[in-house]
């Protein structure tokens, strides 16, 4: 079966990096893209960038361009996400969510997400 | 991009209809047909009910449907059940792969 396994929470303070992995396993890593949403408390989710494991491309969502970065291992199946001048604003649930062959549908499988708090 | 605009709350008895609404802009939601559904439960990912605005994953009850007129989308649960109290997200592709969700309804089943 599909799963998507990340990393445990993360505390750090601001102007920090934190780096989340997502370990897939039950498919073909390389066959499908993986995403990252957030989602602050009492929030909706919000889309953060995409990540095509075969080539490593990747994109952002405009308001993250230039602070974050998705990449990959291949070897071990597993996606990053590095979020970097963390502040305040970015507390939030981190998730990894793969996309269907061809991006349809999307978001099909997520990971458990990746508590982040951001505080001095 | 703006998110989508949710009603904040939506109730209603077991056995009953109710419908969320979604609107966009004719950049997202009234310019392409993936619109796609999202059930919460709190502490839980989101879960994928709908997408392509009217598609269920296999696994999704035909309890839920969804449709979609110029740039709102709208998600029906019919004949409710108490584990459909949860919350709601919508999400549109906006183009050049980007996405935009919307703030979530919490549906409360009475």
């Known amino acids: 079966q599909v799963q998507l396994v990340q990393s445990g929470a993360e505390v750090k303070t601001p102007g920090a990096s934190v780096k989340v992995s997502c370990k897939a396993s039950?498919?073909?890593?390389?066959?499908?893209?993986i995403n990252w949403v957030r989602q602050a408390t009492g929030q909706g989710p919000e889309w953060m960038g995409w990540?095509?494991?075969?080539?490593?491309?990747?994109g952002y969502a405009q308001k993250f361009q230039g602070r974050v970065t998705l990449t990959r291992n291949t070897s071990i199946s597993t996606a990053y996400m590095e979020l970097s001048s963390l502040r305040s604003e970015d507390t939030a649930v981190y998730y990894c969510?793969?996309?269907?062959?061809?991006?349809?549908?999307?978001?099909?499988?997520w990971g458990q997400g990746t508590p982040v708090t951001v505080s001095s | 991009q703006s998110a989508l605009t949710q009603p904040r709350s939506v109730s209603g008895s077991p056995g009953q209809s109710v419908t969320i609404s979604c609107t966009g802009t004719s950049s997202d939601v009234g310019g392409y047909n993936y619109v796609s559904w999202y059930q919460q439960h709190p502490g839980k990912a989101p879960k994928l009910i709908i997408y392509d605005v009217t598609k269920r994953p296999s696994g999704v009850p035909d309890r839920f449907s969804g449709s979609k007129s110029g740039n709102t989308a709208s998600l029906t649960i019919s004949g409710l059940q108490a584990e459909d109290d949860a919350n709601y997200y919508c999400?549109?592709?906006?183009?050049?792969?980007?996405?935009?969700f919307g703030g979530g309804t919490t549906l409360t089943v009475l």
């Open positions: 990540m095509k494991p075969d080539n490593g491309d990747s």
């Open positions: 969510a793969r996309m269907g062959l061809g991006g349809d549908p999307p978001f099909d499988y």
């Open positions: 999400c549109s592709f906006a183009g050049r792969y980007t996405f935009v």
């Open positions: 039950g498919y073909t890593f390389n066959s499908h893209d």
